[in-house]
């Protein structure tokens, strides 16, 4: 819940503090609190030199809450009563049940290891991406470069020397990316260096072999004393395209905002900060744009949200297309896709505490775009989020045609026993060099909780046109969250994800590389007691 406040315990993301400017080449556009964006986009792009002589200060209202609890939302107060209330409603209304049926099974866990873990951060933010031989793998802190034939990693570091940012930054909320197209991952992050300097971290490998933070181009994308809060990383042929939810300095939602910038070219020189193709909007009728990250690249960039006011039939859809001089074009008003109606889920329940675990608002948390052979060939956009529903949250899933803004298909993890959460779905489409292959499969990876469970690791997938699989454990969980990654008094929640992932491997047929998380905690832990798990699994 996003009221919780923290102990005096280690906290959820440690660097609380304002220092020096990020010591790398920068993309700095500079946004006041709620600036129209059409006014904004006249910003400059400046070098890094305009940022080494930055003030030190605090933090803003809005950093501090997102450093503490986690995601923001528009209306702060009115979301913790909406979500309280649907918490007990729904505890009243469902008493355990037994265990549901698994159903046909159909996706396979190959292999898996646990991941880079930091005791001082709560949640992990867990995320990661797989290229041709790296697997990369991201949490709040820290990242891990690992063979793809190894489960131990060949290079680490923090998120701070990842971005290039000194130590005195607080670098949070982490995404990565693979680009078949560029043969590149991309990242981006927040970067908080004072109340009056927000920014968005960004980069890219040099290669597609990286090993170690030397190995990555870093930029910034400035926002003043606007806080980006949550960015989340997608592309196009031509973009790399950011989405984020801004809030003024007091903590107040003035808008979600999409970054596009453009690709870099061959080699392994980093190129100038002036030289890339930058535009960025505030867009209209939608929360948490989250940019597709593109399998097959398309000439257009697509970005999901959920809308500003729930319960909801629909999501949002935006476009960025490339001008005749190369220019990003944001469209700032969306297409609507009508869904299965959606609401606000309960806190999730766990065995072994009163904690409750937070179970989030029903943004999208990660999309993936590509080619569908089994359905036309049509360009789909896959994306999930979680929302109420079997014995209080369950994970929905769709694949939508952007194209004609309409659904291509949909279904849901869901169970009348279980709580379902925290998802993150891919399609089976493997792209690499000349192979173009598969994509008509899906694979969804969850986490599961109850009363009377631990908060678990499963997934589902769905062959082809055959009906979605049962639920397939990958770890089944033997311990509760807890420690300072919850507040007291119970049953208050805890902070569990922001997110997951998984991303299709571009050069072995069939293979999906994930990422999750579970709890390792105990009734008297007091450093953060959740652990990420990787694992690679066949639909």
């Given amino acids: 819940m996003e009221s919780m406040r923290l102990s005096s315990a280690p906290r959820r993301r440690t660097r609380l503090f304002a220092g020096a400017a990020l010591a790398t080449a920068a993309l700095v556009v500079g946004i006041a609190p709620g600036l129209a964006s059409a006014k904004s986009e006249h ?84 995320t990661s991406a797989v290229g041709t031989s790296r697997y990369i793998e991201l949490v709040n802190s820290n990242f891990a470069i690992y063979n793809k034939t190894s489960n131990t990693p060949i290079g680490t570091g923090t998120l701070n020397s990842l971005v290039g940012a000194p130590s005195s930054v607080s670098v949070f909320d982490p995404q990565i990316m693979w680009d078949a197209q560029t043969n590149r991952f991309y990242f981006a992050s927040d970067a908080v260096v004072s109340s009056s300097d927000n920014r968005v971290a960004f980069g890219f490998s040099k290669t597609a072999t990286p090993t170690s933070a030397a190995d990555w181009c870093k930029y910034n994308v400035g926002f ?141 948390t990660q999309a993936q775009a590509a080619i569908d052979p089994g359905h036309g060939s049509k360009f789909a956009l896959w994306t999930q989020h979680t929302v109420k529903g079997g014995a209080g949250a369950e994970v929905r899933w769709y694949e939508i045609n952007p194209a004609t803004h309409s659904l291509i298909q949909s279904g849901k993890a869901t169970s009348p026993s279980l709580y379902e959460f925290n998802g993150a ?16 499969s899906m694979l969804m990876n969850f986490n599961t909780s109850s009363s009377t469970t631990f908060p678990s690791i499963k997934m589902v997938s769905k ?77």
């Fill in 43 to 126: 910003a400059k792009l400046r070098s890094a030199a305009s940022l080494r002589n930055a003030e030190p200060g605090g933090l803003s209202t809005a950093a501090k809450r997102a450093i503490t609890q986690g995601y923001l939302v528009p209306h702060q107060r009115r979301y913790e009563r909406q979500k309280a209330r649907v918490t007990r409603r729904n505890e009243a209304q469902h008493a355990p049940a037994s265990p549901a049926s698994s159903g046909p099974l159909a996706p396979t866990s190959i292999r898996s290891w646990v991941g880079i873990n930091n005791p001082n951060d709560a949640p992990p933010d867990e």
């Fill in 224 to 364: 003043n004393a606007t806080f980006p809060d949550y960015p989340k990383l997608g592309d196009s042929k031509f973009f790399a395209i950011i989405g984020t939810n801004l809030f003024n300095s007091s903590g107040s939602f003035v808008g979600s905002d999409i970054q596009a910038i453009s690709k870099p070219g061959g080699g392994s020189t980093c190129p100038a900060a002036t030289s890339f193709k930058f535009a960025h909007k505030t867009v209209s009728g939608g929360f948490t744009p989250t940019p597709a990250s593109e399998i097959d690249t398309n000439g257009t960039g697509w970005a999901v949200a959920r809308t500003l006011g729930l319960p909801s039939t629909q999501l949002k859809l935006y476009q960025v297309t490339r001008s005749s001089t190369g220019n990003p074009v944001i469209g700032t008003t969306p297409t609507t896709v009508t869904v299965p109606s959606y609401t606000i889920p309960p806190s999730v329940p766990q065995k072994g505490t009163a904690f409750k675990i937070d179970s989030s608002d029903t943004r999208n």
């Fill in 425 to 440: 779905i891919a399609p089976n489409r493997q792209v690499g060099g000349s192979t173009n292959a598969r994509g008509n």
């Fill in 463 to 539: 062959v082809g046109t055959g009906a979605q699989s049962g639920q397939v454990a990958v770890f089944n969980g033997t311990k509760p969250l807890t420690g300072f990654d919850c507040t007291a008094p119970a049953p208050n929640p805890c902070r569990w994800g922001d997110y997951a992932a998984v991303t299709p491997d571009p050069s072995t047929a069939n293979l999906m590389w994930n990422v999750s998380q579970f709890g390792n905690g105990t009734a008297s832990s007091t450093f953060a007691t959740s652990k990420t798990l990787n694992f690679v699994a066949k639909p």
